[in-house]
């Protein structure tokens, strides 16, 4: 029996939305919290405080996931921007209604 588990691409900023960090979990929930919580002291995210969910997409495999990661790695800001705006056009923090799924 094959359990294919799914996948979320994320991005998260920084207070000031000038920081973009884009990310791939198969659990969205737990990811995030460690972002908040800066259970990695020395990562990117910990460093520069970024934290704040701007954009979430979700996936049946966690393969399709990646591979979405990779493109949105791969495009500029300003395509991340277009990204994040076209589901969430005034940057507001996703968390609340995230960590309620």
Known sequence: MNMQKGGTVYIITNVHNTILY???TANLIARIQEHREKKYVNSFTAKYNVYKLVYCQSFSTIEEAIAEEKRIKAGNRTQ?????????????DLWEEVSKW
């Not at 277009?82 to 507001?92: A, G, V």
């Open 22 to 24: 884009t990310g791939v």
């Open 80 to 92: 991340k921007i277009k990204l994040i705006e076209s589901i969430n056009p005034s940057w507001k």
